[in-house]
């Protein structure tokens, strides 16, 4: 179920950051503003780079699309406007999680990463860069929609009223949903290879201590893709929650930008740490971030102990709950008997295009309470390599939906509409104290959904 009204789904537009460069960088085309809202312009070749890109994914308008796209992109705006005057701040980890998503959908849509870089004319750098602030600006827009609809309650009997008064063609499809248990090794990296990584970041700190710049050597060696780029720099002062406590704990206690911190191991890799500027309780820094090298023959040894440790569960020797509570290395999902939980809807069902992309293809194979071989997967949260074991713990087939089977389902959509009916009403009053100029060729012909953009 979707956790907003669709302007969430129009702010990503993902791919137009990518294939835009193509767009107006011939034939000489001169750009112009056609939307202005507050102090901020809508170009025609923001709504041609769009137009393109829910071409690529294959979204149809029921209206003339230069008329939808400019409205949606002014409806982002009025939120990320608002989201500057409320502070709202998106962590720099909820972004590099979104931008790995995205890039690995990206790789495994069209083949490889180098098939990736030749299919958008980029590096993966760059594509990377050219996500990020996008990513970021649809996280910002979904936490400020949050924000102003706050906590939303609906009774049984308002979920049970709601779907009595649906007409029986009326009645949503519940899609086949899963309930997946999982059990995680990460390899084991030779200590040999730690001590490499952290032998190159001593390196890099005494090359910096010499004078060398450790923007630079950031850009050089930092495999943290996104802000090498920038000479290793994170984009925007960020507070402690923000990033990773270990991360977070070395970074605060620097006191002049001149020093280079010690080696800190995060979940992401080992770093060293230069400050930028501090502002209160808020930090501005740049980073090298190297990861070990995880070796092949580690993966097919993790790999191999767990599929003894589901020989053993097959045969009796332990259940799979206990063995996820005490063997598994997937910390969010070890203390649940192993269950992974979807955060989309805050229960442990999933339709199975919600489920990562490795574990869908094994899971739709799969009878209910049978269990894996091991594979290996890449979480986007952290970006490692780790070997898996999953069994499926329950499936329902799609079917029209009812109140004994789909509550959870049904207050969903309940709170779906009343979630848009708030936000509706939102959008119409900050039009009014809005200043809005719209190009007369972009409006003659249109029927906005939101009136309000023409005042008279």
Excluded at 63 to 79: G, H, N, R
Excluded at 361 to 369: E, T
Excluded at 375 to 386: L, N, S
Excluded at 414 to 430: C, F, P, T
Aim: proline share 4%.
């Amino acid at each position: 179920m979707r956790k907003f009204m669709n302007f969430k789904c129009v702010v990503l537009f993902a791919l137009a950051l990518l294939t835009g460069s193509a767009v107006y960088g011939q034939d000489n085309v001169i750009d112009e503003v056609v939307w202005v809202v507050g102090d901020e312009a809508i170009l025609k070749s923001e709504v041609e780079e769009a137009r393109l890109s829910a071409l690529y994914e294959g979204r149809k308008f029921e209206s003339d699309p230069y008329c939808v796209i400019p409205e949606e992109i002014a409806v982002q705006k009025l939120f990320l406007h608002q989201a500057v005057l409320d502070s709202i701040e998106v962590s720099e980890s909820e972004v590099i999680q979104q931008v790995d998503y995205r890039t690995n959908m990206y790789i495994a849509n069209i083949g490889s990463r180098e098939k990736m870089e030749e299919y958008f004319n980029k590096t993966s750098s760059e594509i990377r860069e050219a996500l990020r602030e996008n990513v970021r600006e649809g996280l910002t827009v979904q936490k400020m929609q949050q924000k102003l609809i706050g906590e939303i309650k609906v009774t049984p009997a308002e979920v049970r009223r709601y779907f009595r008064d649906l007409p029986q063609d009326s009645i949503p499809y519940i899609p086949t949903q899963v309930e997946v248990q999982i059990i995680t090794q990460q390899p084991r990296i030779p200590i040999s290879e730690i001590e490499d990584v952290k032998r190159r970041l001593r390196e890099y700190t005494d090359r910096v201590n010499n004078g060398e710049s450790f923007t630079m050597l950031a850009r050089l060696y930092s495999e943290d893709t996104g802000s090498a780029m920038n000479g290793g720099e994170l984009p925007r002062f960020m507070g402690r929650g923000e990033l990773d406590q270990a991360f977070a704990n070395v970074a605060f206690n620097l006191q002049s930008p001149d020093k280079v911190s010690k080696i800190v191991e995060s979940e992401f890799g080992y770093h060293i740490i230069q400050l930028v500027e501090k502002r209160g309780d808020r930090i501005k820094v740049r980073h090298i971030l190297l990861k070990p090298h995880v070796p092949e023959e580690a993966i097919i040894s993790s790999c191999a102990r767990l599929d003894s440790i589901a020989d053993d569960i097959r045969n009796g020797k332990f259940s799979f709950e206990d063995a996820a509570a005490v063997l598994s290395q997937d910390k969010d999902t070890r203390n649940n008997h192993g269950l992974l939980p979807n955060p989309n809807t805050n229960t442990s069902k999933f339709e199975m295009q919600e489920l990562p992309a490795e574990i869908a293809k094994v899971v739709d194979k799969m009878k209910v309470g049978e269990i894996s071989e091991a594979f290996t997967m890449i979480p986007e949260r952290t970006g490692k390599e780790q070997c898996v074991i999953v069994k499926l713990k329950s499936r329902t087939n799609g079917h029209k939906a009812t109140v004994a089977d789909d509550y959870q389902n049904l207050k969903s959509i309940v709170l779906d509409k009343r979630r848009d009916a708030m936000l509706d009403k939102w959008i119409r009053e900050k039009q009014k104290n809005t200043y809005v100029r719209i190009s007369d060729n972009w409006k003659k012909d249109c029927t906005f959904k939101y009136p309000g953009w023409i005042k008279d």
